[in-house]
């Protein structure tokens, strides 16, 4: 009888060793099985949770007044939408609570991720100077977190963090509008448009190898939507053509175009750099040609403006009057800008999990289980 127990002693005993092992071999990384990847967030209004509410701005860079937030949060949260955001979404997939802005001030542990995003934001600092959170104090607002994060979790366990985390950006068409809202034909030489976006795309480039060299690996980015065919430009437009304005949707085909070109050199230059690249300018073009397919009645006027399409920036203005649609869901976009949160579901679902047609060359689902040989050898 002993003899057939010792065998199995022995064999437990040598299974324990084993993990131990793995555990020892991977003890940097052993937490991540209590924790979700974390998310960073980055970018302009498309992906602002309310960190312009605690800056000193114009309110025509901020959403923390109704009617937004009314269909989902029934209050306004500096969200510039009637509810939820693309990474509010994409956390709930991802199984993270709602990611909060970096400036609230009750927020002090960050092992989720934080939101740097800014209404009005670029890449560019000459982008709304002294009224947004530019790009690059995103950053530096980063930087602060990472350090947080080391003095909290030690060197180890941050490492791990930040190299498993996924880092979201929606940014650049600001650096577009602040020009032609100031001279409309700015943008009609080909040479200003080529220059233009190589300044844009090497800063957003000289970003992505900042955080890169802090230990991020795996990044998801927006490109631009069709800049010239928002109700903004429309109502600007209205008694020319067709109402949109062409130069400003070539620049942002120009855009996405070196974009495409950047990440793809980023991935052959530096090693394990991963991402997912959404084709937001198709994606919101398919829906504005083909509405009914995707559930809008309207895909011209914003639920929530004045003017012509309901384009003037007057959305919730104590000062002005402004229209509001009864059923948001019905429009493409909330105001004159920003698309509604039912074009943002959508959006996020394809990001998420889209094919590589959409979203590429990785998906954000794949992103986010992605993960070191360690973990899937505790796991299993």
Same mark, same amino acid.
């Given at each position: 009888?002993?003899?057939?127990?010792?065998?199995?002693?022995?064999? !437990?005993?040598?299974?324990?060793?084993?993990?131990?092992?793995?555990?020892?071999?991977?003890?940097?990384?052993?937490?991540?099985?209590?924790?979700?990847?974390?998310?960073?967030?980055?970018?302009?209004?498309?992906?602002?949770?309310?960190?312009?509410?605690?800056?000193?701005?114009?309110?025509?860079?901020? !959403?923390?007044?109704?009617?937004?937030?009314?269909?989902?949060?029934?209050?306004?949260?500096?969200?510039?939408?009637?509810?939820?955001?693309?990474?509010?979404?994409?956390?709930?997939?991802?199984?993270?609570?709602?990611?909060?802005?970096?400036?609230?001030?009750?927020?002090?542990?960050?092992?989720?991720?934080?939101?740097?995003?800014?209404?009005?934001?670029?890449?560019?600092?000459?982008?709304?100077?002294?009224?947004?959170?530019?790009?690059?104090?995103?950053?530096?607002?980063?930087?602060?977190?990472?350090?947080?994060?080391?003095?909290?979790?030690?060197?180890?366990?941050?490492?791990?963090?930040?190299?498993?985390?996924?880092?979201?950006?929606?940014?650049?068409?600001?650096?577009?509008?602040?020009?032609?809202?100031?001279?409309?034909?700015?943008?009609?030489?080909?040479?200003?448009?080529?220059?233009?976006?190589?300044?844009?795309?090497?800063?957003?480039?000289?970003?992505?190898?900042?955080?890169?060299?802090?230990?991020?690996?795996?990044?998801?980015?927006?490109?631009?939507?069709?800049?010239?065919?928002?109700?903004?430009?429309?109502?600007?437009?209205?008694?020319?053509?067709?109402?949109?304005?062409?130069?400003?949707?070539?620049?942002?085909?120009?855009?996405?175009? !070196?974009?495409?070109?950047?990440?793809?050199?980023?991935?052959?230059?530096?090693?394990?750099?991963?991402?997912?690249?959404?084709?937001?300018?198709?994606?919101?073009?398919?829906?504005?040609?083909?509405?009914?397919?995707?559930?809008?009645?309207?895909?011209?006027?914003?639920?929530?403006?004045?003017?012509?399409?309901?384009?003037?920036?007057?959305?919730?203005?104590?000062?002005?009057?402004?229209?509001?649609?009864?059923?948001?869901?019905?429009?493409?976009?909330?105001?004159?800008?920003?698309?509604?949160?039912?074009?943002?579901?959508?959006?996020?679902?394809?990001?998420?999990?889209?094919?590589?047609?959409?979203?590429?060359?990785?998906?954000?689902?794949?992103?986010?289980?992605?993960?070191?040989?360690?973990?899937?050898?505790?796991?299993?």
């Amino acid at each position: 009888m002993e003899r057939a127990i010792f065998p199995e002693y022995l064999w !437990a005993f040598s299974t324990l060793l084993f993990l131990a092992g793995i555990a020892s071999s991977c003890s940097d990384r052993y937490w991540l099985l209590q924790k979700p990847v974390a998310f960073f967030i980055f970018g302009d209004s498309i992906f602002d949770a309310g960190n312009n509410n605690y800056i000193n701005t114009s309110p025509r860079f901020q !959403a923390n007044y109704w009617p937004y937030g009314e269909s989902f949060f029934n209050t306004s949260t500096g969200r510039a939408t009637n509810g939820r955001t693309i990474p509010d979404f994409i956390s709930d997939y991802a199984k993270l609570p709602l990611i909060p802005p970096y400036l609230q001030p009750d927020i002090h542990d960050y092992v989720y991720g934080v939101n740097f995003a800014s209404i009005g934001a670029g890449t560019l600092v000459e982008t709304h100077p002294g009224l947004v959170i530019d790009l690059k104090t995103q950053l530096s607002n980063f930087y602060k977190v990472e350090k947080q994060l080391r003095d909290k979790l030690g060197c180890e366990e941050a490492n791990t963090l930040l190299s498993t985390a996924v880092y979201l950006f929606s940014v650049g068409g600001n650096d577009y509008f602040a020009p032609f809202q100031k001279n409309t034909s700015f943008f009609e030489s080909e040479y200003i448009q080529k220059e233009y976006t190589s300044m844009v795309i090497g800063t957003l480039t000289n970003v992505i190898q900042e955080i890169y060299n802090k230990g991020g690996r795996k990044f998801g980015f927006l490109n631009l939507t069709p800049l010239g065919s928002l109700p903004y430009i429309k109502a600007l437009k209205a008694n020319k053509t067709d109402g949109c304005d062409k130069d400003l949707t070539e620049v942002a085909k120009l855009h996405n175009s !070196a974009l495409s070109e950047a990440l793809q050199k980023l991935e052959s230059q530096v090693t394990g750099f991963k991402y997912a690249l959404h084709d937001f300018f198709t994606s919101v073009d398919e829906r504005s040609e083909n509405p009914s397919k995707y559930g809008f009645k309207e895909v011209n006027m914003a639920c929530c403006g004045s003017g012509p399409y309901r384009g003037y920036t007057r959305c919730g203005s104590v000062r002005k009057p402004y229209e509001l649609c009864e059923n948001p869901s019905d429009f493409l976009y909330f105001d004159p800008f920003h698309p509604t949160e039912k074009a943002y579901a959508q959006i996020a679902k394809l990001f998420w999990s889209g094919k590589s047609k959409i979203t590429g060359p990785y998906n954000l689902k794949y992103l986010f289980k992605l993960d070191n040989e360690c973990r899937t050898s505790l796991i299993s």
